[in-house]
């Protein structure tokens, strides 16, 4: 694999347009001879889902698996990573905030449309675009929660076997590392809060103090995550069908009475 993640080279018409197929194959010097090639690019799985919140970027392929399939042909193994699409949607908006892509204090409902935020999570709608191309037994699906976190070492191994390449006897600790920490925040009955600067302490944001004296601004009210709920179960219950599994029930749609911090 690459050093780099998130090549996104089939993403987009003008890498293909404008530097060739030729220029992809340059992220993999010396990989000849090698049992597997690869990379990891989440906007892969982002296909057309003419859904109401579907609004890709400008130059963004209207059909992946299709250029996929061109370029890299039949035979090809695909993993894919599905966790909660709510969470997922949460986690996507508080990324864009971060980094300065939408403007602070946009409202989560403003920003629904914006990189996916809403649109990537219909994984039914995504699976199924990249089924017509490649079959089932091609597609490794890992779910977060049940595998990746629940048994990550029994789930590492699986992949292994499912690439055909040496299981290197993984430990829990040598897979328990995050790679990106994510942003603190607070998610309960009100909503979802992110740690504010004393800046913003005070603003009508439905935000609070803790007993640390730490000020947590809400940027997705309780109303926000039962829209979620209630944008995406008829496609996880899609998905079940799919996959036979019981998403719906694990992912639930109803959230902790809880205050504790928790990482999505």
């Known amino acids: ?95 864009y905030l971060a980094v300065g892509e939408i403007a602070p204090h946009t409202d989560f409902v403003q920003a629904m449309t914006y990189g996916g935020v809403v649109d990537m999570g219909f994984y039914a709608r995504h699976l199924r675009n990249w089924l ?49 920490a994510g942003t603190p925040r607070l998610i309960n009955e009100n909503g979802v809060f992110v740690a504010a600067d004393e800046s913003l302490a005070g603003r009508e944001d439905g935000g609070h103090r803790d007993d640390a004296g730490q000020y947590w601004r809400q940027v997705i009210s309780a109303d926000g995550l039962q829209t979620l709920h209630d944008i995406f179960l008829a496609d996880v219950e899609d998905l079940d069908l799919m996959l036979g599994t019981k998403l719906a029930q694990c992912w639930g749609m109803t959230w902790p009475n809880d205050t504790s911090q928790i990482d999505l």
């Open 132 to 180: 017509a191309y490649y079959p089932r037994h091609q597609i490794r699906v890992l779910i977060l929660e049940t595998d990746i976190q629940a048994r990550p070492v029994e789930t590492l191994a699986g992949v292994c076997r499912f690439l055909c390449v040496s299981d290197h006897d993984f430990t829990e600790d040598t897979v328990q590392q995050p790679v990106f």
């Open 1 to 95: 694999m690459p050093a780099e993640k998130d090549l996104e080279f089939f993403s987009y018409r003008s890498h293909l347009d404008n530097s060739g197929f030729s220029q992809y194959l340059k992220h993999f010097p010396g990989a000849g001879g090698t049992v597997a090639v690869g990379e990891a690019t989440a906007s892969y799985f982002w296909t057309r889902t003419h859904s109401r919140w579907s609004a890709l970027p400008d130059d963004f392929q209207t059909d992946i698996p299709k250029t996929v399939y061109r370029h890299l042909g039949e035979e090809l193994k695909l993993l894919v990573t599905l966790r909660n699409p709510v969470t997922r949607a949460v986690s996507a908006y508080l990324h």
